[in-house]
Nanobody, 123 residues
Framework: QVQLKESGGGLVQAGSSLRLSCAASGRTFSRYVGWFRQAPGKEREFVGAINWIGRTDYADSVKGRFAISRDNAKNTLYLQMNSLQPEDTAVYYC??????????????????WGKGTLVTVSS
């Protein structure tokens, strides 16, 4: 199973940008990787995913503001977040799967999860 470690979270003001990274280790970089988030008191939700050839899929709430990319040579996944808003405050989790990642709980098609990184957006 692949191990995932997120980094790049922090406290930013509304309107700012932030880039999260997720380093994968332990085995070949998964065909499907993506990001989820969980706000306090809410369920984990799908943010976006990317497959091995770079095709992306996003939640409507982040479409046009967030961008996912991957560097297969570095086994690293990225989440560029622009125009951040207080409602984007959450713990952001990296996810990996051999099959397609979906927005459908409880498993979302995910095989491996990172431990998360906290993003706090102040108004």
């Amino acid at each position: 199973q692949v191990q995932l470690k997120e980094s790049g979270g922090g406290l930013v003001q509304a309107g700012s940008s932030l880039r999260l990274s997720c380093a994968a280790s332990g085995r070949t970089f998964s065909r499907y990787v993506g990001w989820f988030r969980q706000a306090p008191g809410k369920e984990r939700e799908f943010v976006g995913a990317i497959n091995w050839i770079g095709r992306t899929d996003y939640a409507d709430s982040v479409k046009g503001r967030f961008a996912i990319s991957r560097d297969n040579a570095k086994n690293t996944l990225y989440l560029q977040m622009n125009s951040l808003q207080p409602e984007d405050t959450a713990v952001y989790y990296c996810a990996a799967a051999t099959g397609r990642i979906t927005a459908t709980p409880p498993t979302y098609g995910v095989d491996s999860w990172g431990k998360g990184t906290l993003v706090t957006v102040s108004s």
